[in-house]
């Protein structure tokens, strides 16, 4: 059992059922927790797995859930209604991960959801998924039909106390909504800005109450722990972070693709094995490891592992791990642009640097690529790096939209010089 | 005077329409939550969503029309302005971009004689970008209709718009 997020499935069938998920294991995960564990031995597994949040950010999952206050009668009211959330509003540029995983096996997903809500104790849970997702929307719709047939969801689940209801919430779109605040005020049918923080999620989210957001892929991993316990999943991380990871690559190598894989696996093996290396005339001038909004590293860095931390010291994030490669016929300014025009355009408005610092970055940007640019202008952006990084905004997305950026100004400097010197005329790129 | 002039203006849900949000309102603790999917299912009856659908969906979720507007304008698949039959979402974010979906772009609005945003004159389609599809292994993408379309190329292109 070394893939067990995807051994479901294959590119022969293409939807794995309730009767197809429990020839493989299915849902003992659910079955041990509900029936032989108490919700705190749950979190208290979870954490000592060592999963860590899959949607980007990295942290400790069950951490998370011990944060939720114990549910004892002397809680205040509102904290005695608390809420599970699946967060498969996946759209960080580049990553193409949780939409297979919806796609072809949700019913992996429920069971990761339906133990974490038992864990924390909720009785309500929703997958809160973006709206451009028709394929995983129906899938999802199915096997939750399915799964409450079984008696899996609803009241006395598996004759226990426990009781469940998960809905579908589809979403209308903007990247924002993926954020855990954001998406708690698109769930309550408010504008998707984020919260100021604190409270955190855990103590008073959705309606006020307790809640846990988790992602997708990190929700795929908790039935698996449970049923084959720690060690086995200690067992399959080459470095210091433990489990697999889907990784994946797009742009252009031989062949894109996303692949199950050890969390550790050096990035060069997933982007020369499994993606096959560089499509012929091309080279690689440098990639950005887990989405638009991690830093660019380059062939130097082929050697680091896809762990948190150690992605973290070589100047970038692991993110969502789906791995973004830039050649040498693509230019990285314009690059940098088109992911910069997102992020201002996604942008929620709701805070000045962002909303405003944006919009500065694209125009310069645009600008300079124009031959219009000044030197001083990369000053700016260097200034703006700053201004829109971490601790001057509500959320992650402006500090995300900059990273590429900082690191494309560091490593790409000549690209950028070259158009405002005004000899960009020897340039190749396409 | 301004209450006949709203009334007149306002337009009320279907049968079906109502049954279909009724059937999901308990899922939320109040109605405002409920916005945004209704507004989804009153747009998959209506195709868009005009100032007296939106009307008719406050009343009915008896919530104000400015926060159910602000909402509309947010959100990228909320439609405020009328759109063809089918709507052709592409890609433009950064796989995408580096893979073609300029081409894919320029070829949509040149069959189609429009800019991005606008119908084609028989009101078949409507072309609109889109942020990333999550389908960057086999970039470019789009999505027509309902339907997640890959490996696009201008043959492609042509292939969809045959139909």
């Known amino acids: 059992m070394d893939k067990p997020l995807t051994q479901n499935i294959h590119p022969d069938h ?12 299915g849902y003992r995960g659910m079955r041990k927790a509900l029936t032989e564990l108490q919700p705190h031995e749950v979190t208290q597994q979870i954490k000592d797995s060592g999963l860590r ?13 011990s944060l939720v206050p114990k549910k004892t009668s002397d809680l205040p009211d509102f904290q005695q209604t608390r809420y599970f959330v699946a967060n498969a509003d996946e759209m ?11 796609e072809q096996d949700p019913h992996q997903l429920i069971e990761g959801i339906i133990i974490g809500a038992y864990a924390i104790q909720a009785n309500i849970a929703y997958i809160f998924m973006r709206g451009e997702y028709r394929l995983a929307a129906k899938r999802v719709t199915y096997a939750l039909q399915e799964a409450r047939a079984q008696g899996y969801l609803g009241e006395h689940i598996l004759g226990s106390d426990f009781n469940l209801e ?7 779109g903007r990247y924002i909504c993926g954020e855990e605040t954001a998406l708690l005020n698109a769930l309550e049918g408010k504008r998707s800005t984020p919260r100021a923080r604190p409270p955190h999620a855990v103590a008073s989210g959705l309606w006020g109450r307790p809640t846990v957001v988790n992602n997708v892929e990190t929700l795929c991993n908790v039935g698996h722990i449970i049923h084959y316990g720690i060690d086995w999943y200690h067992s399959l ?65 082929l050697d680091v592992r896809m762990d948190y931390d150690v992605v973290a010291e070589a100047g970038s994030r692991l993110g969502t791990g789906t791995l973004i490669i830039l050649d040498d016929k693509t230019c990285p300014v314009k690059m940098v642009l088109n992911m910069e025009q997102f992020f201002a ?10 909303r405003d610092g944006l919009p500065w970055t694209v125009t310069l940007l645009q600008d300079i690529i124009a031959g219009q640019g000044r030197m001083e202008d990369l000053d700016t952006l260097a200034g703006l790096t700053r201004m829109l990084g971490p601790g001057h905004t509500f959320c992650a997305l402006a500090p995300g939209a900059m990273e590429p950026l900082q690191s494309a100004l560091k490593f790409f400097r000549e690209d950028f ?11 190749e790129y396409a | 005077m301004k209450q006949t002039a709203e009334k007149s203006t306002s337009e009320d849900l279907t049968a079906l329409e109502i049954q279909e949000i009724n059937a999901i309102i308990n899922h939320y603790e109040d109605h405002t939550s409920v916005a945004i999917e209704a507004l989804n299912i009153v747009q998959k009856h209506r195709r868009w969503i005009s100032d007296s659908t939106l009307k008719a969906v ?71 970008p889109i942020v990333c599809l999550g389908a960057c292994d086999r970039a470019p993408a789009a999505l027509v209709g309902d339907e997640l379309k890959i490996d696009l190329n201008t043959d492609a292109i042509d292939e969809i718009l045959k139909r």
Not at chain 1, 14 to 25: E, H, V
Not at chain 2, 86 to 107: A, D, K
Request: hydrophobic fraction near 35%.
């Open chain 1, 14 to 25: 293409d939807f794995t059922s309730l009767a197809d998920y429990q020839k493989t294991g």
């Open chain 1, 53 to 65: 949040g899959r949607g980007g950010a990295g942290f400790s999952t069950g951490l998370k859930w």
């Open chain 1, 92 to 102: 960080e540029p580049g990553a193409f991960k949780d939409r297979l995983l919806l």
């Open chain 1, 166 to 172: 998960i809905y579908l919430h589809t979403s209308a």
């Open chain 1, 237 to 301: 991380g080459l470095g210091a972070d433990h489990g697999t990871k889907l990784f994946g690559v797009s742009g252009r190598v031989k062949h894109p693709g996303l692949w199950e894989l050890p969390m550790g696996t050096p990035i060069r093996e997933i982007v020369e094995e499994y993606a096959g290396g560089m499509l012929d005339g091309y080279q690689l001038r440098g990639f950005l490891p887990g989405g638009a909004s991690t830093d660019f590293l380059l062939p130097e860095h």
């Open chain 1, 345 to 354: 355009q996604e942008s929620c408005g709701w805070c000045t640097p962002c």
């Open chain 1, 417 to 427: 010089e070259r158009y405002i010197v005004g000899n960009n005329d020897e340039l």
């Open chain 2, 58 to 128: 406050a009343d009915f979720l008896q919530i104000s029309l400015a926060h159910l507007e602000s909402v509309a304008t947010f959100d990228n698949l909320i439609y405020r302005q009328p759109v063809g039959n089918t709507v052709i979402h592409y890609c433009n974010s950064v796989t995408c971009w580096m893979l073609g979906s300029e081409q894919i772009r320029e070829h949509l609005c040149q069959r189609l004689h429009v800019e991005p945003g606008e119908t084609s004159a028989d009101g078949q389609y409507t072309i609109l």
